[in-house]
């Protein structure tokens, strides 16, 4: 009696432990078929390094010392080429210039979820000046002027980001 009462025990413990197993290993399958893919080809660090490498900060934004952001929404295909670019807020037009030309360089490095034709980003740009010791007078009166004079570009119309992916800001600092 005592040898079938350890069997039986012996098999309620391994069925548990088998229940729990699987139990387990499900929601690890499920988180995985929900996580999205790496929006672009190579991962974060490709994403920064080739924003890194194709924003260049033009001779008109170092000549007005200029700081700003700028926000906007693509559309990338299945092949991963945007089809296009909305700016939804821009400081000034001197900001979302580079931005739009970096943008551009990117077709064919996006990666879109699966079972998708098209999928909508959203990726904010900040340009930073960073004023030396020397002239700082007039630097100062420079940062204020492209500050006062900006003509900010403002979308309308609402972020849809339950449709969107929000993608890490990708900041570029300057000097003169």
């Not at 690890?28 to 974060?44: D, H, R, W």
């Not at 990338?76 to 931005?99: C, E, F, H, M, R």
């Not at 980001?161 to 800001?169: D, E, G, I, S, V």
């Amino acid at each position: 009696m005592r040898k079938i009462f350890i069997l039986l025990a012996a098999i309620m413990i391994s069925g548990m432990a088998i229940a729990q197993k699987k139990e387990t290993q499900q929601p690890k399958e499920q988180a995985q078929q929900k996580e999205l893919p790496q929006p672009f080809q190579g991962g974060n660090e490709a994403y920064n390094q080739f924003f890194k490498d194709s924003l260049q900060v033009t001779g008109d934004i170092i000549k007005a010392k200029a700081s700003g952001t700028a926000i906007f929404k693509f559309t990338a295909d299945a092949k991963g080429n945007i089809s296009k670019i909305v700016v939804y807020y821009a400081d000034d037009y001197l900001i979302a210039q580079p931005a739009i030309e970096a943008l551009k360089k990117t077709n064919g490095k996006w990666v879109i979820p699966d079972k998708m034709k098209f999928y909508d980003f959203v990726i904010p740009f900040t340009i930073n000046f960073i004023p030396s010791n020397a002239n700082r007078l007039l630097t100062q009166k420079a940062m204020y002027t492209f500050y006062t004079t900006r003509k900010p570009i403002v979308a309308t119309n609402q972020v849809p980001l339950n449709q969107a992916t929000l993608l890490p800001t990708v900041v570029v600092n300057y000097e003169q």
